[in-house]
């Protein structure tokens, strides 16, 4: 045996291949992501070595081409398998072709290989199953079915086998072996891919296990298959990728006696001729009289397609009576697959002709490729997707998604030296989402790696639908371009179906009945009938989109776009108009999960009535949409909304949208810790209200928003009259929802001055209010504000029933912001209580949340409350890491009140400098943004007797030299 060498390999190839090989194909096969010159250069280096070796001799080197031209036990075996010698050809198979070989030099040269050692397989297993035909026919059963076995031990998959070996044991007397082959693999499929046996290995077991006297007759040995020649049938030069789901489930099929007719359903450029194409060669051995392709794509009509049929079975015309009735009779006693491809365009008397066939061939099954569902009795739909496709680029196995290897092979056949690094693989996955990983859209993209990075590649492709255009030869007629693939659908429908798909155009993303309906009033036949060609796709989940590439196609084709857009907006803002009670109400959550499906669209509408200035249209959406933002902790986008519509308004726009606009912008602002934004924003809305009749609800906003922004700017005094004018305004109005608003935030203020007991008043008024209004996120926040006041006050049993309350309706009501919170006032009950180890696992749990939703200052806040806990675990390294984490957020943030509760933590380090601890606890005592309970936190620590130090200068500047000298940073 040779030792695997370069040179071995090369040799290998060159013998293989028998012929004279082009020097650039071994380049491009075994150095495709080298350099054109340096790649010659190592062929040539590696024909030196291989020529100087001792099987060098018969190596034939030409300046643009080489030859190995000998006697292989390959060749002897393929030689065998032409001839039908079956025992011959078992005798020369010696096992996986260059089984020693890793098949990793190049990924072109392992493509290559792994097609290669495919394709000898299923020679050898065709040759097998004669074999072990014959073994069993003269009563050498065990040594069939360990033949057999050798061949299950190559693909466990592999049914036909497994039936064949099962029957072997069986009749070799060894039943039990027979049964523990069905064990192993019946296992083996349930852990890998969680399917069944089918049914006909199931009664064959039962049958071996009850010791029948007659085994279920076994399926007949391989037969051949015949395809229509010429161009009408083209065998792909690329290696057939991924899809095997969907060759084992087409392959259960087509075997459940049950089944006469499957139809293979897919858009244009989903690869279903190849698919087809590829369950044919491995599911003919299970038909007696072996299986046909017939292709139709060329033929005018449905009379056309007997002559075609006939064509393919290798029947010659009688003359004496029409060809159908011909190929009638040559089918009515034949057991066959037969494969009828690209049916579409010939429905109507096709599907005529499709019954007949089923009457005359009741022992036949058939296949159809189509883009339609064909409509005959027992017709099973099997509808196809596109390859599978990364959801990111870090997904563990990336190089193993179906998408990502089509995509690779086709590039590397385009251009030799192409190649996906780590940098890469992001744009990758969104070119395979993009292309929704359909094979033909990926293969003619593939093509222009020639000229675009990936990167550039993407963002063309996403304007620019004639950019899939095949740039070779490889391709041909509709098939060239998916621009060919959309007209030759386009053309297959009458006006009505063209109108609905331009108009289901507008959609972005999925949408539902309700939607086509108001947009499109689409009938259901219509929808239905794109559905079964495969323009249009349900989801199990009842809701329905379009391909990418059909969108823009049907787009380019609408004579109607301003109309349909119009539609569209108002149906989505609409919509959100409508569930805003529901987003208010106690559940929330479905109401949430709807607008949730339904954002791409939303967020169309809503660019598009901002764009042509409908704020009619916006006006009603604005608070439903805080709501639904601010529950699915979605802060960036709804600031974006808002700031899309402010962009667009004109000084003439009505004053209360305007200020509407500006108070939404502020409460995002403010969300998202931007509040020197909030502050402008919310004054900005408050001057414009002024000008507004009967505007109280909106002063009341605008106030509570400046409320908020003071406190969290340390801005207390303030904070506090603003609260007191928006309660003067809420008297005014005599609205419960506005008291219990208003009532939060003057708490909040008194809070935060250290007044708890005012504090505690008028949060629990605030409560009594929000649980008669039943609005779950005002319920929980509510909730989480009195708790703290108890907190403060040092009564961890009165806040821990408040935080688990809120707690179970954030889980109920998936709040996934409040979350964090309620687990961080949890972490602060335990802390009071000394149950340390509690604390710091709900302060780990509540980090854990914050981060998932990516709210900084809410990871600032649980890492500062984790590092209090491990202050007193004693800790302290642990604990300075949490610290100048949350320290970096909250100086960056403008965060003061929760900047000097860190201070105090600090302070308490063990290992602190005695002066530096004095110096923060200073700053916390001094400091007007410090809140009170902070305050006196820092009071306690310096204990009676301790003088501050000198902090003679209290501004923002001294305050970041303090920041910067704790971080490490220059100041």
């Known amino acids: 045996m040779l030792p695997v060498t370069r040179p071995v390999v090369l040799l290998s190839y060159l013998a293989y291949r028998e012929a004279w090989v082009d020097r650039d194909e071994l380049t491009a096969l075994f150095w495709p992501e080298t350099g054109q010159r ?41 030689k065998a398998v032409s001839e039908g010698d079956w025992q011959a050809a078992v005798d020369f198979y010696t096992g996986t072709f260059l089984a020693r070989v890793p098949g990793d030099d190049s990924s072109a040269f392992e493509a290559w290989l792994e097609q290669t050692r495919d394709e000898l397989h299923g020679s050898w297993r065709d040759a097998a199953l004669h ?26 998959l592999d049914e036909d086998v497994l039936q064949a070996c099962m029957r072997a044991c069986a009749t070799a007397g060894d039943r039990g072996r027979a049964l523990e082959v069905f064990r192993t693999f019946s296992a083996r499929l349930a852990e890998e891919l969680g399917m069944t046996p089918l049914a006909s290995t199931r009664q064959l077991a039962e049958a071996i296990r009850d010791d029948a006297p007659r085994i279920p007759a076994h399926a007949p040995g391989p037969a051949g298959v015949v395809h229509v020649q010429g161009s009408s049938t083209p065998r792909s030069l690329a290696p057939f990728v991924g899809r095997r789901a969907d060759l084992l489930e087409l392959g259960t099929l087509l075997l459940d006696p049950a089944v006469r007719l499957v139809t293979l359903l897919g858009p244009g450029g989903a690869g279903k001729t190849r698919l087809s194409l590829e369950v044919l060669e491995r599911r003919r051995h299970a038909f007696e009289d072996g299986a046909a392709f017939v292709a139709l794509e060329g033929l005018r009509s449905a009379a056309d397609v007997p002559s075609a049929v006939a064509s393919a079975l290798g029947l010659q015309p009688t ?47 058939f296949m159809c490729t189509s883009r339609t569902v064909l409509g005959l009795p027992g017709e099973v739909v099997y509808d196809l997707a596109g390859l599978t496709v990364p959801s990111s680029p870090d997904v563990p196995d990336f190089e193993s998604y179906d998408a990502v290897q089509l995509f690779v092979g086709s590039a590397r056949r385009a251009r030799s030296d192409f190649t996906v690094h780590e940098p890469d693989r992001a744009d990758l996955v969104r070119l395979c989402a993009l292309l929704d990983g359909m094979p033909l859209a990926l293969e003619l993209a593939a093509s222009w790696v ?27 007629g509709r098939h060239r371009s998916l621009r060919a693939v959309f007209d030759h659908s386009w053309q297959l429908l009458d006006d009505e179906q ?44 009842g809701r329905f989109s379009l391909h990418m590439d059909v969108r823009q196609y049907a787009s380019e084709r609408s004579t109607s776009g301003a109309v349909d857009l119009e539609r569209h907006a108002a149906h989505y803002l609409g919509l959100v108009e409508r569930l805003g009670d529901e987003l208010r109400s106690a559940a929330p959550t479905e109401a949430l999960m709807a607008l949730q499906e339904d954002l791409d669209n939303i967020r169309t509408a809503w660019r598009w009535a901002c764009d042509q200035a409908r704020f009619d249209l916006c006006d009603p959406a604005l608070e439903p949409l805080n709501v639904f933002f601010t529950g699915r902790a979605l802060l960036q986008e709804g600031n974006a909304f808002f700031e899309l519509a402010l962009n667009r308004v004109g000084a003439r726009t009505e004053a209360r949208f305007r200020a509407r606009l500006h108070h939404q912008l502020a409460y995002f602002a403010r969300r998202l810790d931007r509040h020197a934004a909030a502050g402008e924003h919310a004054r900005e809305a408050l001057r414009l209200a002024e000008d507004v009749p009967d505007a109280h609800a909106l002063t009341i906003d605008c106030l509570c928003e400046l409320v908020a922004t003071n406190c969290w700017k340390g801005h207390f005094v303030e904070a506090a009259a603003y609260a007191e004018r928006a309660l003067a305004h809420a008297d005014a109005l005599h609205d419960i929802h506005a008291f219990a608003r208003c009532t939060s935030w003057a708490a909040l203020a008194r809070r935060y001055q250290g007044r708890l007991d005012e504090a505690l008043r008028l949060y629990q008024e605030a409560l009594g209010y ?10 929980v926040r509510t909730l989480s504000d009195l708790g703290r006041v108890w907190v403060d006050l040092r009564r961890p049993e009165e806040a821990e029933a408040l935080f688990r309350e809120g707690l179970d309706l954030t889980e109920r009501h998936d709040l996934p912001y409040e979350r964090a919170f309620m687990w961080e006032g949890l972490t602060q009950c335990s802390f009071l209580r000394g149950d340390l180890d509690q604390a710091q696992q709900r302060a780990e749990t ?46 960056d943030k403008h965060e003061k009140p929760e900047l000097f509760k860190l201070f105090v933590t600090w302070a308490t380090l063990p290992d602190e400098d005695p002066a530096l601890s004095a110096t923060l606890l200073s700053w916390v005592v001094r400091h007007p943004g410090a809140q009170a309970v902070s305050r006196r936190e820092a009071l306690e620590l310096l204990g009676e007797g301790n003088p501050l130090s000198a902090l003679e200068d209290l501004s923002i500047d001294a305050l970041g030299r303090t920041v910067h000298g704790l971080l490490g940073a220059p100041a």
């Open 846 to 891: 509540a980090l854990r949340h914050s981060e998932a939703v990516g709210d900084q200052v809410g990871v600032a806040v649980q890492a500062g409350e984790l590092a209090r806990v491990l202050v007193a675990r004693g800790e302290p390294h642990r604990a300075r890491t949490e610290l100048r984490r949350a320290l970096t957020i909250v100086w």
């Open 38 to 78: 340096k790649a010659k250069q190592s062929l040539r280096a590696l024909l030196y070595q291989a020529k100087r070796g001792p099987h060098g001799h018969a190596l034939e080197v030409e300046p643009l081409r080489v030859r190995w031209a000998i006697d292989t036990d390959v060749r002897a075996f393929l």
């Open 450 to 476: 020639r000229l675009y990075r990936l990167s550039d590649l993407v963002d063309t492709l996403e304007r620019d639908l004639d950019l899939l255009e095949a740039t070779g030869h490889a391709l041909r």
């Open 498 to 541: 063209r109108r609905v798909l331009s108009t289901l155009a507008v959609f972005d993303g999925t949408f539902d009945l309700d939607a086509v309906d108001a947009v499109a009033h689409a009938a259901a036949r219509t929808l239905l009938t794109l559905i079964d060609r495969s323009l249009v796709r349900r989801a199990a989940s």
């Open 131 to 156: 074999v072990a035909d014959d073994l069993s026919a003269a009563g050498r059963a065990r040594d069939a079915s360990d033949l057999l076995q050798r061949l299950l031990a190559y693909d466990f």
């Open 319 to 365: 003359g004496s009576s029409p060809i159908a009735d011909d190929v009638f009779r040559y089918l009515q006693r034949k057991s066959m697959l037969i494969v009828l491809d690209n049916v579409e365009h010939l429905i109507g008397g096709g599907v005529a002709l499709m019954r007949q066939l089923l009457d005359a061939a009741p022992r036949c099954t």
């Open 770 to 779: 929000e649980r008669r209004l039943g609005r779950v996120v005002s319920l």
